[in-house]
């Protein structure tokens, strides 16, 4: 049970390069997730989906795509890489339990730098 | 004012002590609250959620304050390896599936 995979773990990119970050989760979970976390900033809400179908803006949404490709996978697309979209990105997915909160649980990181 | 807000420390505790974590929230619709910890170049893992009448697991114990919209996190017995930063998280509303993290506490437990 591998949970939540991102890939890749590490890249780098040059500025206007495009990229796609991968996210698959094999826990059969509804919601899927992209954060990026800065230094003193936390983890930002970039997209999220709540259900296979469907995607929303997150906080930071600018600069970034996403497809929800089915229920296992969730990936995020930069078309443009800019300096400002250096980070390191997460992937989490939720779902909901009886009493009404969720786990999120998260994939290991991507360190994206762009030069 | 910020969604989440935590305070960023870090808080330098001995061994043994307790020591206690507030973040406040916004949102006043909002009904999920969590405690997640995050080690060093690590992805964030949940330490546990906040339930209204509060919640303890083992040395941990989580409260929630609708009125004044906080959650709280208090350690007892402070272990080395409680050293990480702790991550405050807040559904935006009810249902929405938007989990607003705060910016993390950092806790630093000393020998």
Known sequence: NAGVTQTPKFQVLKTGQSMTLQCAQDMNHNSMYWYRQDPGMGLRLIYYSASEGTTDKGEVPNGYNVSRLNKREFSLRLESAAPSQTSVYFCASSEIHGSGNTEAFFGQGTRLTVV | ?111
């Not at chain 2, 304050?65 to 009810?94: F, H, M, P, W």
């Open chain 2, 1 to 111: 004012r910020k969604e989440v807000e935590q305070d960023p420390g870090p808080f330098n505790v001995p061994e043994g002590a307790t020591v206690a974590f507030n973040c406040t929230y916004s949102n006043s619709a909002s009904q999920s609250f969590f405690w997640y910890r995050q080690d060093c170049r690590k992805e964030p893992k949940l330490l546990m959620s906040v339930y209204s009448s509060g919640n303890e697991d083992g040395r941990f114990t989580a409260q929630l304050n609708r009125a004044s919209q906080y959650i709280s996190l208090l350690i007892r017995d402070s272990k080395l390896s409680d050293s990480a930063t702790y991550l405050c998280v807040v559904e935006r509303g009810s249902g929405t599936y938007k989990y607003i993290f705060g910016t993390g506490t950092r806790l630093k437990v000393l020998a």
